[in-house]
Each structure stands twice: as C-alpha cells, then as structure tokens.
C-alpha cells in the first residue's frame, strides 16, 4: 500500500512548528546555562561548597581520630600482664577503648618500647636486669631480646641475639639509619685502665679484647668528669641481618650527672622511647613554692631542708608535688591539686607516698602519673574536673602515645 502524499501548506506549517519547537527548547537550554552559571557566582562569593561538605567533614573527623590527644580523648601506650604473658595495647580516654596490638609470651618486667620517628614501627624490649629489681616473686622473666613491631599489620621480627656485642645492652631505638642497639662497657679493670691512661696525657685509648681494634677518645685530666665510673658506650646498627658498630665514646655511669649511653651522637636521632618519657625529675613547667601557706598541712615533718614544694600552673588549676632533693630535685608521689576557686587536696586513686619517686606528664587537660623510670602503677587524671579517670597496678611502660 503506497503512503498518501502530504499536502505543502501541511508540510509547511509542520517545519514552522518544529522550528518553533527547536527554538524554544534551545532558549530553555540558554536559560537553565545562564541561572546555574549565576548560581556558582554567587556560591563562589559566598565560599560554600556544598557538595563538598560532606567529604570536608569526614575528612575532620578521620584527622580527629589520627590525634594522639585533644581535649576531647588522649592515647595511652599500656603492657600489661596476661595468662599468656605480656600485651601491647593502645588504650583511648575517657571511652576505654582498648587496641590490642600484640602479644609475647614473657612477663612485661623489664619492657620497654620505642618508635620510629614517623610512628610507622615500634621495637618491643625485654631487660632481665631491669625486671629482676622489679618483678614479682615467681615470675617468668625474659632473656634480653627485642621485636620488630609494624604497626599497620601488627607483624612480629624477632631481633638477632645481642649476646656478642660489647657491654650491656641499655636501649634498643629506631633512628634515621635503622634498627640501633646502644650498649654500655664499664667495670673497675676498664675505668683503672683508663684512669692510668688519662693521668699520663694520653689523647686515646685501645680497648682489648675482641676481634676489632677500638680505640676511645680521652677527655684532658682537667676536664675529666668529678664523679662517677668512667666507661664506654657503643652503638651498634642492624644492617643485613648482623650488628655492625657504628660508635664508640668515653661516658661515666653510676651517678646522677652520668650520660652513659646518652654520650653517644646517634641517642639524639631516636625516634621516641617510654623509657626516655618516664626519667622525669621535675614538673614540666614547675617552680618552687615560696610561701607555703595552706600547704603546711600537708607537709611531711621529718624532711631535709632541701625539699620543698613546687608548683606546676595549668589553665584548669595547680598541681603541687613535692620534691626530694639529692644531685638533683626529684618528684615524689606526695601530689596536691587545686581546681580554679577549689581547696587543695590530694588526688583521688592515687597511693603514692612521698618517700616515692614518680614521673608526671601533662598533655592538653589530661595528667598521667606512674612509677619513675617503669612506669608501673599508671594514674590518669582530668584536670578540669580532678577525678581519676583509669588506674592499674599490673601495667608498665605506660606513657602517651608519642606524637
């Protein structure tokens, strides 16, 4: 069947139409161009960005939760005792939050742990000789050995053996180059040696022993340390699977003024150490208190004329401690505190005595108290409002978690 022609005026008034059509659909189009360009103006001059809101905001909330500590929670690094043996956690405040990031099968006595300095690996230690002056009776203490730790997988290395390195092993640390073990040489053989050395003027000294020829830089006879026992300190650095010594320097050990292996140039390039965090010999900003006053009543009676109070100033109040005085000032646990418009009172939970030597850390409002140099029974505090906010007594090493 063939199609019916089409009219021309027919024809002619449909391409009108449809002209018509096209037309108006284009000035539709010209519009809705024309009200959303003015529409960015005005978004552009007001600086919102509603569609991106939203990412904005998570990504704030995934930087909030990255910080180790703001006024609204702090991070704490907590081994603790298990059946097994010892955990690593990473324990948020005030929730309670508790990461279990490993696990070994030793008691915590004698551990220590230090990071890198992008906080990406960790080294989990263990020091028979520090957990024999602190291990319960009947405790199942570790022989010197130390982990690898990554941090994003939690993976575990155990470290080659220390044994024939020279000295005692004080602190395994991660610097720029590596895995690094600083160790300490020192006995009465060693500082007689090096005494007579010194006497004589002489600029060096050749330690014996061993494969390797060592020999140590001798301070002059007048500018030898006035105390203490003189020593070596080494440092060693893990490099395809084998210690290999990096330094060697002449140090004294054995009193306060002693840097033993903290002479060494590679201490200073360590990434961040719990055992470094908890040496602390005074308040961090602290300052001694001249009038007493209202504190009489809380001073021990028997005391040296030494001690004294100091006070450490805070924008939600004052902690007072007093401190024992040797070659240095030390914080004891005899510790006040006073809200803003408040009484001075001890702290709540704590059990310290004065005849205690604790190490103190102020972050943000948070106060964190413990054992000094183990970090045994932890305290944290809020210091806006003075309560106790988690205690233990089976916990060690316990510090912030490092920037």
């Known amino acids: 069947m063939r199609a019916s022609p089409v009219p021309p005026e027919k024809t002619k008034s449909t ?11 284009y000035m539709r189009n010209f519009l809705a161009l024309f009200l959303l360009a003015l529409f960015c103006v005005a978004c552009a001059q007001t600086k919102k960005a509603p569609v991106l809101a939203p990412l904005k905001e998570a990504t704030a909330q995934q930087e909030e939760a990255s910080m180790p500590a703001t006024d609204m929670f702090v991070d704490l690094s907590v081994l603790d005792e298990h059946e097994a043996g010892c955990t690593w956690s990473r324990l948020r405040l005030p929730e309670g939050e508790l990461t279990s990031i490993a696990q070994f099968s030793t008691s915590c006595a004698g551990v220590d742990v230090a990071w890198s300095a992008d906080l990406k690996r960790a080294l989990v230690s263990f020091h028979p000789q520090r957990a024999a002056r602190s291990a319960p009776p009947g405790a199942n203490i570790s022989p010197l050995q130390a982990f690898e730790v990554e941090m994003a997988s939690g993976k575990l290395t155990l470290l080659p053996s220390t044994r024939q390195l020279r000295g005692e092993v004080e602190v395994f640390g991660l610097g720029p180059e590596g895995i690094v073990v600083l160790s300490l040489e020192a006995s009465r053989e060693l500082e007689e040696a090096m005494s007579q050395a010194m006497q004589k003027q002489e600029k060096s000294f050749q330690l014996s022993g061993g494969d390797e020829k060592i020999s140590i830089e001798l301070p002059h006879p007048e500018e030898s340390p006035a105390g203490g026992m003189y020593a070596v300190a080494h440092a ?47 308040l961090p900003e602290g300052q001694e208190v001249k009038e007493v006053g209202p504190l009489v009543a809380w001073t021990p009676k028997s005391n040296d004329e030494r001690d004294n109070w100091n006070k450490q100033s805070t924008p939600y109040g004052e902690l007072f401690a007093w401190m024992t005085s040797g070659e240095f000032s030390i914080i004891t646990g005899l510790l006040l505190y006073q809200q803003k418009g408040g009484e001075i009172l001890p702290l709540p939970g704590l059990g310290f005595t004065e005849k205690e030597f604790v190490a103190i850390h102020i972050q943000g409002p948070w106060l964190l108290v413990g054992t000094a140099g183990v970090g045994k029974r932890p305290r944290v505090y809020d210091l806006r409002s003075g309560a106790l906010l988690w205690s233990s007594d089976s916990a060690r090493a316990v510090v912030f978690w490092p920037n």
């Not at 050990?253 to 470094?276: C, F, H, I, M």
Request: proline fraction near 2%.
């Open 15 to 25: 391409k009108k139409r449809h002209l018509k059509g096209i037309t108006q659909a």
């Open 236 to 282: 060693w650095l893990l490099k395809e699977g084998r210690w290999q010594r990096t330094e060697s320097k002449f140090t004294t050990t054995g009193w306060d003024y002693g840097l033993d292996v903290k002479e060494l140039d590679v201490y200073s390039r360590l990434g961040p150490q719990a055992n470094r965090m908890l040496v602390v010999h005074s």
